[in-house]
């Protein structure tokens, strides 16, 4: 279900809502928003404007605010992570797909279920109309897990 589009479309769509919302179109803005465009994971803002400062020079201050617009016009998705740093992710062009979470560590990961997927697709209501879904698991990673102890019986 990968659906192809382009960096023009998006940036449409970004350029449409800081006209209408009358914000400047700064060209850093749209660094950001090319940089989470290209980009397939999951992304906190303090990693983001890191990776960022070798191509582009931005403040936190100005990844923060973009990512703030990016969320009211619904072009990424703030995760309901746990742990200290808010996670997102973009919501175009990429496989439907589920997250499990580690309640631990807040490490995430991706899984796709045919089934799933097919089931929620299959689920109509009559007065509200479905865009996109999301599901987490939550639980604890490997890394998280209390270690079995190894039996020296046996
Ligand atoms: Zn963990
Ligand atoms: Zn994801």
């Known amino acids: 279900?990968?659906?192809?589009?382009?960096?023009?479309?998006?940036?449409?769509?970004?350029?449409?809502?800081?006209?209408?919302?009358?914000?400047?179109?700064?060209?850093?803005?749209?660094?950001?928003?090319?940089?989470?465009?290209?980009?397939?994971?999951?992304?906190?803002?303090?990693?983001?404007?890191?990776?960022?400062?070798?191509?582009?020079?931005?403040?936190?201050a100005t990844v923060y605010n973009t990512i703030e617009i990016m969320l009211d016009c619904s072009l990424i998705v703030k995760h309901p992570f746990v742990g200290l740093t808010s996670k997102y992710e973009k919501t175009f062009g990429k496989t439907t797909h589920h997250h499990l979470i580690c309640s631990k560590c807040g490490n995430v990961r991706e899984f796709t279920d045919k089934k799933i997927q097919t089931m929620l697709k299959s689920k109509t209501f009559a007065t509200f109309e479905t865009t996109h879904y999301s599901l987490y698991l939550y639980g604890l990673c490997n890394k998280c897990k209390p270690q079995k102890k190894k039996s020296l019986k046996n």
Do not use: G, N
Request: charged letters at 35%.
């Open 1 to 60: 279900m990968k659906e192809e589009i382009t960096y023009e479309a998006i940036k449409e769509v970004f350029t449409a809502y800081l006209h209408k919302k009358k914000l400047r179109k700064t060209p850093e803005r749209y660094a950001i928003l090319e940089k989470i465009y290209l980009s397939e994971a999951h992304f906190d803002a303090e990693t983001l404007c890191s990776d960022m400062q070798t191509e582009y020079r931005v403040s936190l």
